[in-house]
């Protein structure tokens, strides 16, 4: 019932930095979770950060931490995830979801974006 729109991604050299954003609408932005994740051509979708409904917790993959960093504005509807460092694993389309029930590293999401397309090129 929420909608999701992904932007920001985009191609970028190694190294650089990119700053995602997904704008949410149609439910109360502060009754979810919202977590970001990638899916890489022939891999299955995995989890990169996910933050609690106030910006009071956030949780990362191994491979992000200390690269990325999620945020969120409530008075915007908006979560962001800044990405430093980037690196060609890091190929992706990320996507955004949301979720009532609290933070969750799987991908038990009911609600996500379109997806924007993340390339690093060496």
């Known amino acids: 019932q929420v909608q999701l729109v992904e932007s920001g991604g985009g191609l970028v050299q190694a190294g650089g930095s990119l700053r995602l954003s997904c704008a949410a609408s149609g439910r109360t932005f502060s009754n979810y979770a919202m977590g970001w994740f990638r899916q890489a051509p022939g891999k299955e979708r995995e989890f990169v950060a996910v933050?609690?409904?106030?910006?009071?917790?956030?949780s990362y993959a191994d491979y992000v931490k200390g690269r990325f960093t999620i945020a969120r504005d409530n008075g915007k509807n908006t979560v962001y995830l800044q990405m430093n460092s980037l690196k060609p694993e890091d190929t992706a389309v990320y996507y955004c979801?949301?979720?009532?029930?609290?933070?969750?590293?799987?991908?038990?999401?009911?609600?996500w974006g379109q997806g924007t397309q993340v390339t690093v090129s060496s």
């Open positions: 933050i609690s409904r106030y910006g009071g917790s956030t």
């Open positions: 979801a949301a979720r009532s029930f609290g933070m969750s590293t799987t991908s038990d999401y009911p609600y």
